[in-house]
C-alpha cells in the first residue's frame, strides 16, 4: 500500500510493508525527485527510510505505476489524481449543426471548436492553411471569455486583428508603441489585447480568461527568454484556457514538444529529464581535458514515438492536409493535339534550335535553356512576347473537362497565362491562388 501526501509542488510518498515492497521501491526511484528522506527510529537506534518527494507534475507516473486500490491518498491528492483522469479522457465533441459559426467551418474544424468544455487547454496542431486561427478564435467564443491575449509574432499581429474582427464582430487592441505609453495601457487593459512574444513580460501580472499562443513551437527551448516569459505568464494564468497553435509542434526532436505539453498539461508532460530519457537517447563520447572529462554527444535517436503520440493525445489536436483532401491515388496521362498554329511555330523553334545546337562548338548553357523554354511557352499556347495566351489545344481541353466537372478540381499550370484565362472563364466558381494572390485573399480562397 502507497501513503500519498500533498506537501507543496511535491507528494510525500511512503511504502507500507507489504509482499509487493521491494518492487514499490524499484518503481518510486524512477520518479523521485530526489533521495529518499529517513528519520531516527530510537528503537533501532539508526535511521531508516521514512519517504520520498515526487514532484507534483509526476502525478501522471504515479497512475501509471499503481492501481487506485494500491494508493492511500489524502483527500487533496485525490482531487490531483482525479483530476489527471479527466485530463487524460480521448478529446471528444457535440455533434450540432445547429451550432453557427461566422464562416463555414468544415468537419475537423467543428470538432475542435466543439471539443468538450472541459478540455479549456489544447494544442491545436493543424498544419499551414488549415484554419488555426478561425477555429481558435470561435473556440474562446463557444467557451465564453471575459478577456483574450493572443500572443503571435510580431508581423502577423494585424493579420490577427482583421480576423477577431470577422470571426468575434469587436476590435482588438495592439499593445505596443513606446515604453512610457505601455505602461498607461497597462493600468485599464481593453477586452481583447493583442502583443508580440517580446513583450509577454510586461503583461505577466495581469489575468486572462483566454490565452491563445500563435507559432507556438517559438517557445519550445524552454531556456529561452520567450519561454520563460510565458512561464511567468502561466503562473498568473494557472487556471484559464490555453490554446496554442502551430503547424509544426516537434520542430526537430521529441523534447521540443516537452515545453508546449507542460504549458497546457504539465501533469501529462512530468518532468523535462524523464521526457527526453523516455523519447531520445544520445550516444556520446567522454574525453579528458586537462585534469576533467568532458562528454561530448555524437548522435541522437528517437524511441517510444507510438507511445509519445499517445501520451499527449487528450490534449492534442493534430490534423494533416493529406487527412481532409481527398485526392484519387491515379495517374492518367493525356495528350492533347496541338492547333495548327501551334505545330507550325513549335516545329519551327524546334527546327532553329536543332540548327543552333549543331553550329555551337561549346553549348551555353542558358541559351539552351532558353530554346527549350520557348518550346514549352509554345506548347501552351504562349506565341507573343507579353506572354498573352492565343490558342491552344490544351486550353480546349481543360475547358471541355472542366465545364463538366461536378467535383471539385484543382488545376496546377506551368504557366500563369493559363491560370488566369481559366480563371476568366470560372471565375463564378473559381478561386486562383497564385504567388501574386495576397495571403487575406488566400484565406477566403478556403
Not at 85 to 102: G, M, N, Y
Not at 221 to 247: E, H, I, P, Y
Request: proline residues 4%; charged residues 30%.
Amino acid at each position: 500500500m502507497i501513503q500519498l501526501n500533498l506537501v507543496g509542488n511535491h507528494f510525500n510518498l511512503k511504502i507500507m510493508k507489504s509482499p509487493d515492497s521491494k518492487e514499490d521501491v524499484k518503481k518510486v526511484q524512477s520518479i523521485a525527485g530526489r533521495a529518499p528522506r529517513y528519520k531516527y527510529d530510537p528503537v533501532l537506534e539508526a535511521d531508516r527510510l521514512d519517504y520520498w518527494e515526487i514532484p507534483v507534475n509526476q502525478v501522471g507516473e504515479i497512475s501509471k505505476l499503481w492501481k487506485p486500490e494500491e494508493l492511500s491518498p489524502t483527500h487533496e491528492v485525490e482531487t490531483k489524481l482525479e483530476k489527471f483522469r479527466k485530463l487524460t479522457t480521448p478529446i471528444s465533441w457535440i455533434e450540432d449543426d445547429s451550432i453557427v459559426f461566422a464562416k463555414k467551418a468544415r468537419p475537423y474544424q467543428r470538432q475542435y471548436i466543439l471539443a468538450d468544455q472541459d478540455k479549456s487547454s489544447l494544442l491545436c496542431a493543424f498544419e499551414q492553411r488549415l484554419g488555426k486561427t478561425f477555429v481558435s478564435l470561435e473556440r474562446v467564443s463557444y467557451l465564453g471569455f471575459t478577456n483574450l491575449l493572443i500572443i503571435t509574432p510580431k508581423i502577423v499581429r494585424t493579420n490577427w486583428q482583421s480576423e477577431i474582427n470577422e470571426v468575434l464582430g469587436v476590435e482588438a487592441f495592439i499593445y505596443r508603441g513606446s515604453p512610457q505609453k505601455r505602461k498607461q495601457l497597462r493600468e485599464k487593459l481593453p477586452k481583447i489585447v493583442i502583443t508580440n512574444y517580446e513583450l509577454v513580460n510586461e503583461l505577466s501580472d495581469k489575468h486572462f480568461d483566454q490565452v491563445i499562443l500563435d507559432e507556438a513551437h517559438l517557445i519550445a527551448n524552454k531556456a529561452s527568454k520567450r519561454s520563460k516569459a510565458v512561464l511567468k505568464l502561466k503562473r498568473t494564468n494557472s487556471d484559464s484556457g490555453w490554446q496554442l497553435l502551430t503547424g509544426t509542434p516537434i520542430l526537430h526532436k521529441p523534447k521540443d514538444l516537452w515545453m508546449l505539453i507542460h504549458l497546457i498539461a504539465p501533469e501529462i508532460a512530468g518532468e523535462f529529464d524523464s521526457w527526453v530519457h523516455r523519447y531520445e537517447k544520445t550516444f556520446s563520447i567522454t574525453k579528458k581535458k586537462g585534469n576533467r572529462y568532458i562528454t561530448i554527444p555524437l548522435s541522437t535517436t528517437y524511441r517510444n514515438l507510438d507511445e509519445l503520440s499517445q501520451r499527449i493525445s487528450p490534449v492534442t489536436f493534430r490534423v494533416k492536409r493529406d487527412q481532409i483532401i481527398d485526392v484519387e491515388d491515379r495517374i492518367e496521362i493525356v495528350v492533347t493535339d496541338m492547333t495548327e498554329k501551334q505545330r507550325r511555330l513549335y516545329s519551327e523553334a524546334l527546327e532553329e534550335a536543332r540548327l543552333w545546337v549543331s553550329s555551337q562548338k561549346s553549348l551555353n548553357i542558358q541559351a539552351a535553356l532558353q530554346r527549350t523554354l520557348r518550346c514549352l511557352q509554345i506548347g501552351e499556347g504562349l506565341f507573343n512576347l507579353d506572354y498573352s495566351l492565343s490558342d491552344s489545344g490544351k486550353l480546349e481541353f481543360l475547358e471541355e473537362e472542366l465545364s463538366q466537372a461536378e467535383d471539385k478540381i484543382a488545376v496546377w499550370a506551368r504557366f500563369k497565362p493559363i491560370t488566369n484565362k481559366l480563371y476568366e472563364r470560372f471565375k463564378t466558381k473559381a478561386v486562383l491562388l497564385t504567388g501574386d494572390v495576397s495571403d487575406s485573399l488566400r484565406e477566403l480562397g478556403k
